[in-house]
């Protein structure tokens, strides 16, 4: 088992984030393991949702911002909402939210949003731990002291939204999660008449030994050849490059578009089998900073007569490392209405960003 050389180039937090405190704050950069379109995501109005935040420090809150699913691949378009907004020190916890709502808020609940009337950005998939993009903004401010969790509440009124959409959300613990994968584009040929040249991955963790392994495995690549496991640290851009970036001349030849879809910053030897198959193991040890720094491979395959480039490169796999979480610090209580109870979900909710 090779050891794989970790890139640990730390992407520059915007300007959101600097000014936010994302709850819970584990999950910052790095994707939820659930999902939520309960309150704003719902496509039914009127509805009913409140959370209870016990890490949110105090602070002032001007807004509330959510991310999409980074697991959702489905796009969602832009809508417009009417929402009432209520914020309180919570009078529970997350483990144990009260299904009648008003229970749940403390003596100093006040209104931060009266009627109203908010726009949300159409959203396509883009990956794990997307942007913070549908943001509510509070007209009246809310002074959070600190002294206990928050709790806020939607009311959504009405809706122009036609479906659901699915934000990102935090649930339960995982005491030794691997991370999330996902192929970025797509492969060429070997021939005209080849399938596409593939490469998939996943994590093997082991976290009480402080191990990870990576599993990767390629398809359909030209056969017995000395090929190029390519590791980098980005999908959009290399070496002055924006990607991904096409080969001049593979369109119309018979390996059909080739693409580079990453960044190649390291780069390991890796033999194709008679069969056109390859496979790696690659250790590392892992760390909880790295949660949610994400790493791309790519295949690149000699094969003369593939194009004028002498070369099949396959899709690329997207890596999302994971850590260890415990009890995650949220509560929900949800309903398809306003009436005065609702759904209970402990330990869970959407990831939020307060402004």
């Known amino acids: 088992m090779r050891t794989l050389p970790i890139l ?97 808020h403390g003596g100093d609940k006040r209104s931060v949003a009266a009627n109203q009337v908010v726009q ?3 959203s396509a998939h883009d990956g794990f731990g997307a942007p913070f993009t549908y943001r509510l903004p509070l007209p009246s401010p809310y002074q959070h002291s600190g002294s206990g969790p928050l709790c806020f509440e939607v009311q959504m009124i009405t809706t122009s939204a036609t ?3 699915y934000f990102d959300a935090a649930s339960a613990s995982n005491p030794n999660p691997g991370g ?40 359909s690549l030209p056969l017995t050849q000395l090929a190029t496991l390519a590791i980098g640290d980005s999908a959009t851009q290399w070496a002055g490059l924006t990607l991904p970036f096409e080969l001049p001349g593979t369109a119309s030849a018979p390996s059909g578009p080739c693409s580079i879809l990453s960044s190649m910053l390291i780069s390991l030897p890796q033999f194709t089998t008679a069969n056109g198959t390859a496979t790696a193991s690659l250790g590392y040890r892992p760390h909880r900073s790295m949660r949610g720094r994400e790493f791309f491979m790519q295949l690149v395959v000699p094969e003369p007569a593939a194009n004028a480039w002498g070369l099949v490169l396959t899709n690329a796999v997207r890596f999302h490392p994971q850590a260890p979480w415990t009890a995650v610090p949220i509560g929900q209580v949800a309903a398809a209405n306003l009436g ?15 402004e």
């Open 180 to 219: 999330l994968t996902e192929a970025v584009g797509q492969g060429c040929r070997r021939s005209a008449s080849s399938s596409r040249a593939s490469l998939s991955g996943s994590f093997q963790p082991n976290w009480p030994a402080n191990s990870m392994t990576l599993a990767v495995n390629g398809n």
């Open 163 to 165: 479906s659901a959409t």
């Open 8 to 104: 640990l180039v730390p992407s520059l937090a915007s300007t959101l984030l600097a000014q936010a405190y994302v709850s819970p704050q584990f999950f910052t950069r790095m994707e939820g393991s659930s999902w939520s379109n309960a309150g704003l995501g719902s496509s039914s109005a009127p509805s009913r949702m409140l959370q209870i935040h016990e890490d949110l420090p105090a602070r002032s809150v001007a807004a509330l911002s959510f991310r999409r699913d980074g697991q959702t691949t489905t796009a969602s378009p832009a809508f417009s909402l009417v929402c009432s907004v209520f914020m309180s020190t919570a009078a529970t916890t997350a483990a144990q939210p009260s299904a009648t709502f008003d229970s749940n």
């Open 120 to 122: 949300f950005p159409a």
């Open 340 to 354: 005065a109870t609702g759904t209970v979900r402990a330990n869970y909710g959407q990831i939020v960003a307060f």
